[in-house]
């Protein structure tokens, strides 16, 4: 086969020419199209799914009367005369605020705990057991102490969320800074670095990880205690809306709460895994 001439004359190699005069040539990688997060995507819809269509089934075929278990259409009623009122967006702005603040106060103060549990053996002998006294107090339990000395406010409902959100980052990091390598503290100090900056140059990336895990476990934990935190006088929020709910036996407002605590909780646990990719290839 003849190969083609080129505008000069010269005669121009083709990528099949290549092939056969360089047979040891590793071939063009094929482009494959990224399906991996699309399935993952894809099979994680399909159990909610499979729920709302159960839902539909038992709501409609007569199992629940319509205070029980109203149907999905009627929740979705219920969500958009909220919204026609503006008063979804209230509800769901100010308690995606409260766990916002709430989980990065609790956060920030669990990893200094933690830090300093962690790496103070006298620390640990003397506050250790503490705080994992109070770790074990139920979020109900706060409240009334709380009304007391804070009051209706949101300092008290904030608080109580960073309350949830200090306890797992704490046990997490503490235990995690317990066991780095000692070869690599000991490569870190022979290098002059030492104090704060071993800590977040060396222990805290050594053990990002935990750090991520016990952040995901934190944001969790101050959803849960959101609800709660909106029985402190709350007159807008999920939690007041499903508390609110019950007592008016509007069943269909309360799981309109329900999945969207479900759902909040989701994107921002969404958003947390984000970061954890970026802090993973930042110090891995």
Same mark, same amino acid.
């Given at each position: ?90 509800? @769901?702005?100010? /308690?995606?605020?409260?766990? +916002?603040?709430?989980? #990065?106060?609790? *956060?920030? !103060?669990? =990893?200094? &705990? ?92 050594? @053990?990002?990880? /935990?750090?991520?895990?016990? +952040?995901?476990?934190? #944001?969790?934990? *101050?959803? !849960?205690? =959101?609800? &709660? ?56």
């Amino acid at each position: 086969m003849t190969a083609p001439l080129s505008p000069s004359g010269d005669a121009v190699r083709t990528d099949d020419a290549v092939g056969a005069d360089d047979p040891g040539a590793a071939p063009a990688p094929v482009a494959q199209p990224r399906r991996r997060p699309l399935l993952r995507a894809g099979l994680g819809l399909l159990l909610p799914a499979a729920l709302l269509v159960l839902w539909h089934v038992l709501s409609t075929a007569g199992a629940f009367s319509a205070v029980q278990l109203p149907a999905p259409l009627a929740v979705l009623t219920a969500g958009a005369d909220l919204l026609s009122r503006g008063e979804l967006w209230t509800h @769901v702005g100010i /308690s995606t605020q409260r766990v +916002l603040i709430g989980f #990065l106060v609790g *956060a920030g !103060l669990g =990893l200094a &705990a933690g830090s300093f549990i962690g790496l103070s053996r006298w620390g640990s002998a003397l506050v250790g057991p503490t705080i994992g006294a109070f770790r074990a107090v139920p979020s109900l339990a706060w409240v009334p102490l709380l009304l007391l000395w804070i009051g209706l406010g949101e300092d008290s409902k904030v608080t109580l969320v960073a309350i949830g959100a200090f306890f797992p980052v704490y046990t997490t990091v503490s235990a995690a800074l317990q066991h780095v390598d000692r070869n690599l503290l000991e490569a870190a100090r022979a290098f002059g670095v030492h104090g704060l900056r071993l800590l977040t140059t060396v222990q805290l990336p050594a @053990v990002m990880p /935990s750090v991520i895990s016990g +952040l995901r476990l934190a #944001l969790a934990q *101050a959803w !849960l205690f =959101l609800v &709660a935190a909106e029985l402190l006088g709350a007159s807008m929020g999920l939690g007041f809306l499903l508390t609110d709910s019950q007592n008016n036996g509007r069943t269909d407002r309360l799981l309109l709460a329900i999945v969207l605590l479900a759902v909040l909780g989701k994107l921002s646990d969404a958003l947390l895994g984000v970061f954890e990719k970026w802090a993973v290839k930042k110090w891995a």
